[in-house]
T-cell receptor, first 118, second 108 residues
Framework: DTEVTQTPKHLVMGMTNKKSLKCEQH?????MYWYKQKAKKPPELMFV???????INESVPSRFSPECPNSSLLNLHLHALQPEDSALYLC?????????????????FGAGSRLTVL | QKEVEQNSGPLSVPEGAIASLNCTYS??????FFWYRQYSGKSPELIMF????GDKEDGRFTAQLNKASQYVSLLIRDSQPSDSATYLC????????FGTGTSLTVIP
């Protein structure tokens, strides 16, 4: 299994809603990532989990709350979002973290969750 | 802040031609370099990675790395309309740093 699975594919929510994005991988990867991507822009790193511990938080607003229940799962909890948070949210995983690069530490992306905040 | 620069394009080439995509990076300590392809509305998919100076070939794709010049490129031979996409260069430091991407259009 060489896939990163993200659900839901599309999500529409109001500014007062609470929702979650889910990500799952079964490649034995020990690093998992959340990226946010706006149209015609590169992926923007939000969070990195390494060995199930949060290792990087790129100063993301607290209305985004990540969770890593185990080595295969990564969630992103959403609450009180703003319309400007509408974007494609990408989950990714890698064998190890970038700083431990070993020549094959490739970032594998899921298909993404398209979020629209009304 | 580590910087990864790419020409945003758009780059247009006729079908069958060679497309050349370029990327420069600021951190001399960067160890590995990746090229991702992203179709509109889809997620990035890995084309190839390179970590040693020189060329690396995979089918119609060749990645070239010159660490002294802090430069990595991707050549696409015999370009096809299906190659039309945005190509993202990524470089590792303590995380993966992405360039802004180059939009490529292959004209039939």
């Amino acid at each position: 299994d060489t896939e990163v699975t993200q659900t839901p594919k599309h999500l529409v929510m109001g500014m007062t809603n609470k929702k979650s994005l889910k990500c799952e991988q079964h490649m034995g990867h020990r690093a998992m990532y959340w990226y946010k991507q706006k149209a015609k822009k590169p992926p923007e790193l939000m969070f990195v989990y390494s060995y199930e511990k949060l290792s990087i938080n790129e100063s993301v607003p607290s209305r985004f709350s990540p969770e890593c229940p185990n080595s295969s799962l990564l969630n992103l909890h959403l609450h009180a979002l703003q319309p400007e948070d509408s974007a494609l949210y990408l989950c990714a995983s890698s064998q190890g973290v970038a700083a431990q690069f070993s020549g094959a530490n490739v970032l594998t992306f899921g298909a993404g969750s398209r979020l629209t905040v009304l | 802040q580590k910087e990864v620069e790419q020409n945003s394009g758009p780059l247009s080439v006729p079908e069958g031609a060679i497309a050349s995509l370029n990327c420069t990076y600021s951190d001399r300590g960067s160890q590995s370099f990746f090229w991702y392809r992203q179709y509109s509305g889809k997620s990035p998919e890995l084309i190839m990675f390179i970590y040693s100076n020189g060329d690396k070939e995979d089918g119609r794709f060749t990645a070239q790395l010159n660490k002294a010049s802090q430069y990595v490129s991707l050549l696409i031979r015999d370009s096809q309309p299906s190659d039309s996409a945005t190509y993202l260069c990524a470089v590792t430091g303590n995380q993966f740093y992405f360039g802004t991407g180059t939009s490529l259009t292959v004209i039939p």
